[in-house]
């Protein structure tokens, strides 16, 4: 398949070829990024025994379409005295980092963009600049309810942001390198070996500090609807408040696919290691049970689903709250597991450090 | 390599005019976004010179931490623009006496034999920036790079403590206390007679 595929592309240009390729891998998230948006009305739906739209084509799955066409046409307001260039590149610039760092995700051993060497670093880099949209979108707006949900915006991404890097550097003390491939080889073995169970204190403030990241309930007090109508985006309509919308789901979907990668095995199949080898040799089951993208896709559905889980169960936090788990709690936890896993690296603790 | 000098000049382009653009809009949160923008382009032309780790580096720190928070105080201050400009005139002599003396520093310093470096060789691909940059940190230079750490370490502690003022008479909540309060605590049930 692989190799048939090869050949067919061969007398392209490989610069194009990465075009063509990201071009129709935008398109794709795109569409994951609307149906995601359906899969949270739907799923909270449930949970609330409603539900959930289910008017627009079968099962409400032509729903998302009906949205983008109605905030496509509605329009765009720009509020007096607003910066006008800031105000309309705001959304642009919260959406780009959303996307940029899938430029480094692997798919599978030999599915990704670019393999390189710093792709950890990469990734922090990228979702740190996400913050500069909701703070430009906050001043451009020049409203008091935009400022007060961007400096909010600001003051949490930040705080939440250190704790991440220290689970990162948990991640990478573990495997010995900053490439997301290799990352995920060195966990290979079976369910045990993936990084959830050794660094499980990191793998729980990774996905906490996600959450928190990406402003999502219950720590979304940066568009909290009682306090502050919507936050950085209340001066918003049609197309702009639609990015925001888009980059909101997007940069959730980037942060399971890392959750998947760095902490349960990524592409790896969580059968290696329990069922015979020669069980991955059969045609069909042997595809279906063994390591591929597939099982990459299944656990970042699964972290998708966990975010709309959380956002259905949790209250919101109150703000100083938030400020105290991010500060007082996981900063000091990565903190202490860094040390223990030194320790255990040290000693070569087995299984895992061996 | 033509690919490589059209990258080189599309990028320094836009380093110099958001350089420049930095320090003449008017506009402060402008400038710190053009600021953005300069340290953007440069950590694009260490991605070029196969200076990664540095590149990545610049940007996850410089624009992800230390430029939001910069945007974050500009952003909420009050700047009266008419006052500023007011005395232009009076101090032009002494800037440009500055600006003058500054470049004809930097010139004496740049001509020097030791800045006068060749063309860098392009290294194999499989060729680790990181890990040799790691490497020399942690043997090499390992006391200038902890006793870095601990100055800035200093630093922090001394903010922090500059910043902290006990006030005996502030309320403050106890979060240990209010996560273990139960049901008794808050409700009471009585029971009423009817009548």
């Known amino acids: 398949m692989a190799e048939w595929w090869s050949n067919l592309v061969a007398p392209f240009p490989p610069l194009l070829l990465t075009a063509v390729y990201m071009l129709v891998f935008i398109l794709v998230l795109f569409a994951c990024v609307a149906y995601t948006t359906l899969a949270e009305r739907r799923v909270i739906g449930f949970m609330q025994v409603r539900l959930g739209p289910n008017r627009v084509g079968p099962q409400g799955l032509g729903q998302p379409i009906a949205d983008a066409v109605k905030l496509m046409f509605k329009e765009m307001i720009l509020p007096q005295d607003a910066d006008r260039f800031l105000f309309r590149i705001a959304p642009l610039l919260s959406m780009a980092p959303a996307l940029a760092a899938w430029a480094v995700i692997p798919f599978s051993e030999h599915l990704n963009f670019a393999d390189i060497n710093a792709g950890l670093l990469y990734i922090l880099a990228m979702t740190s600049l996400g913050v500069y949209g909701v703070i430009v979108a906050g001043w451009a707006s020049n409203s008091k309810y935009a400022l007060l949900g961007s400096l909010r915006a600001a003051a949490q991404i930040v705080a939440y942001e250190i704790a991440m890097g220290f689970a990162l550097v948990g991640v990478l003390m573990a495997s010995g390198s900053l490439n997301l491939g290799d990352i995920v080889k060195a966990q290979q073995g079976s369910v045990l070996n993936w990084y959830w169970l050794p660094l499980l204190p990191l793998f729980l403030t990774y996905l906490i500090a996600g959450v928190a990241e990406t402003n999502r309930a219950p720590f979304d007090v940066v568009e909290g609807e009682s306090e502050i109508v919507a936050g950085f985006h209340v001066e918003y309509s049609g197309m702009g408040f639609a990015m925001f919308f888009l980059a909101e789901y997007a940069n959730i979907i980037l942060i399971s696919g890392l959750t998947a990668l760095l902490f349960l095995g990524g592409w790896l199949s969580p059968f290696e290691g329990v069922v015979p080898a020669h069980v991955f040799h059969l045609p069909v089951i042997g595809a279906l049970l063994g390591s591929g993208a597939h099982w990459f896709l299944a656990k970042t559905s699964f972290f998708i689903f966990c975010f709309l889980w959380f956002r259905a169960t949790f209250p919101r936090y109150r703000y100083d709250q938030i400020m105290r788990l991010g500060w007082k709690v996981l900063l000091p936890l990565t903190l202490i597991w860094i040390v223990v896993e030194g320790v255990l690296l040290y000693v070569k603790f087995p299984p895992w450090f061996d | ?195």
């Open chain 2, 1 to 195: 390599m033509l690919i490589q000098s059209t990258v080189f000049y599309f990028f320094s382009t836009i380093l110099v005019a958001s350089a420049m653009a930095m320090i003449s809009v008017r506009n402060p949160v402008h400038a710190v976004l053009f600021l953005v923008l300069v340290f953007f382009t440069s950590a694009a032309i260490w991605l070029l010179l196969e200076a990664e780790f540095l590149g990545i580096t610049l940007v996850l720190v410089y624009v992800g931490a230390v430029m939001v928070l910069f945007l974050f105080v500009v952003m909420m201050l009050d700047i009266n623009l008419a006052k500023m400009r007011a005395g232009f005139a009076r101090y032009l002599p002494v800037g440009v006496l500055v600006g003058v003396i500054m470049a004809a520093e930097m010139a004496v310093i740049l001509s020097r034999p030791a800045f006068n470096v060749q063309k860098p060789q392009s290294k194999p691909a499989d060729y680790s920036n990181t890990q040799e940059l790691g490497e020399l940190l942690f043997t090499e230079y390992i006391y200038p790079f902890e006793i870095a750490g601990v100055i800035l370490l200093v630093a922090i502690i001394a903010a922090i403590t500059l910043t902290m003022h006990k006030r005996s008479r502030a309320k403050r909540q106890s979060p240990a206390r209010q996560v273990s309060a139960d049901r008794s605590e808050r409700v009471r049930l009585v029971s009423m007679d009817k009548d």
